[in-house]
């Protein structure tokens, strides 16, 4: 049994299996997964898992270079951009986009993982880095 904080089979498999570039979102309980990128749904109910959980335990085995956010988080404030501020210092450069051209980028993601955070622009890709 693996000793890492992440327990998620399906989650594990693709962080490692990541790339220097990759893209991993994580998203609300609403992000539209587009066809074709593989859906890691970890959603039990409204809130739970809460996106904050999910972030912390990713960042806990995926080194990240850099991470965009959709603009409009900036004026909703949801609870998941305070943890993404609490946690910058592992997010790397941050770069903002419309809710629509993040919907866009979600298309080149290797998976969304969808938790079940109901909090309105809950989202985050995260761009791999290296280790070395």
């Known amino acids: 049994m693996k000793k ?3 327990l998620n089979v399906a989650l594990s498999r693709t962080i490692a299996g990541m790339g220097h ?3 991993l979102v994580i998203g609300d309980a609403g992000l539209p997964v587009p066809p074709g990128v593989e859906l890691i749904d970890l959603a039990l109910t409204a809130g739970v898992p809460d996106f904050a959980s999910v972030l912390r335990a990713v960042l806990s085995e995926l080194q990240v270079e850099r991470h965009v956010l959709a603009e409009e988080m900036q004026k909703v404030v949801p609870p998941a951009l305070v ?3 609490r946690l910058k210092g592992k997010l790397g450069k941050r ?3 419309s809710h ?3 919907k866009v980028l979600s298309r080149s ?3 969304i993982v969808r938790t079940g955070e109901c ?3 809950s989202n985050i890709a995260l761009i791999s880095g290296v280790t070395f």
Request: proline share 5%; aromatic share 14%; charged share 35%.
């Open 4 to 6: 890492t904080t992440l």
């Open 21 to 23: 570039g990759d893209i």
């Open 119 to 121: 909090q309105p622009y």
């Open 109 to 111: 993601a290797r998976a």
């Open 95 to 97: 770069e903002w986009l």
């Open 83 to 85: 943890e993404i501020e």
């Open 100 to 102: 629509e051209d993040f």
